[in-house]
T-cell receptor
Framework: DSGVTQTPKHLITATGQRVTLRCSPR?????VYWYQQSLDQGLQFLIQ???????AKGNILERFSAQQFPDLHSELNLSSLELGDSALYFC???????????FGSGTRLTVV | GESVGLHLPTLSVQEGDNSIINCAYS??????FIWYKQESGKGPQFIID?????DKRQGQRVTVLLNKTVKHLSLQIAATQPGDSAVYFC???????????FGKGTRLSVIA
């Protein structure tokens, strides 16, 4: 157990739907990062939050959004889902805005 | 758990042999590098890191070499074991303030 908790582990939904993925960082970690891992793209950075504020944005689609709450957990919202959104979504946390990350075990999203 | 099934280069080694996994990084300004191991159904796990003011760093059975001239990283695993079978990613960042950028990954397969 890495200390980073992601729920749910698996999610199957239809095109056009909206889902929310949840991440609880390691105790004491202020930074949360979201990554998408698909067959052809490897690990792609989506977005970073630090202590509740957005710090960096990567290749995140406009249909996707995220937030970090006062208790430091984070949610990634994916809407108007398309088949191509099927992937593993990982959350990672770190104590500061820098340094190595600790990853959760991911949420596998399947859009049908 | 399920594997991502990434289309990756594969390195096959005999159990007990040494493994060398290579990575070409993209940003000449990157100054902090990390190797991660991802087993099937799990999130990436930190193995070893190195800063750009070093060219070699050793851990337990692992060594990372950095050649800034040609923007090249390598991970050496001594006495490779079946438990080392996984996908290995290198990641880079600049001054730790930018999110980690991951390489494509290499699948290591250990033959018993």
């Amino acid at each position: 157990d890495s200390g980073v908790t992601q729920t749910p582990k698996h999610l199957i939904t239809a095109t056009g739907q909206r889902v929310t993925l949840r991440c609880s960082p390691r105790s004491g970690d202020l930074s949360v990062y979201w990554y998408q891992q698909s067959l052809d793209q490897g690990l792609q950075f989506l977005i970073q939050y630090y202590n509740g504020e957005e710090r960096a944005k990567g290749n995140i689609l406009e249909r996707f959004s995220a937030q970090q709450f006062p208790d430091l957990h984070s949610e990634l919202n994916l809407s108007s889902l398309e088949l191509g959104d099927s992937a593993l979504y990982f959350c990672a946390s770190s104590p500061r805005q820098e340094g190595g990350y600790t990853f959760g075990s991911g949420t596998r999203l399947t859009v049908v | 758990g399920e594997s991502v099934g990434l289309h990756l280069p594969t390195l096959s080694v005999q159990e007990g042999d040494n493994s060398i996994i290579n990575c070409a990084y993209s940003n000449s300004a990157s100054d902090y590098f990390i190797w991660y191991k991802q087993e099937s159904g799990k999130g990436p796990q930190f193995i070893i890191d190195i800063r750009s003011n070093m060219d070699k760093r050793q851990g337990q059975r692992v060594t990372v070499l950095l050649n800034k001239t040609v923007k090249h990283l390598s991970l050496q695993i001594a006495a490779t074991q079946p438990g080392d079978s996984a996908v290995y990613f290198c990641a880079e960042t600049y001054s730790g303030n930018t999110p980690l950028v991951f390489g494509k990954g290499t699948r290591l397969s250990v033959i018993a």
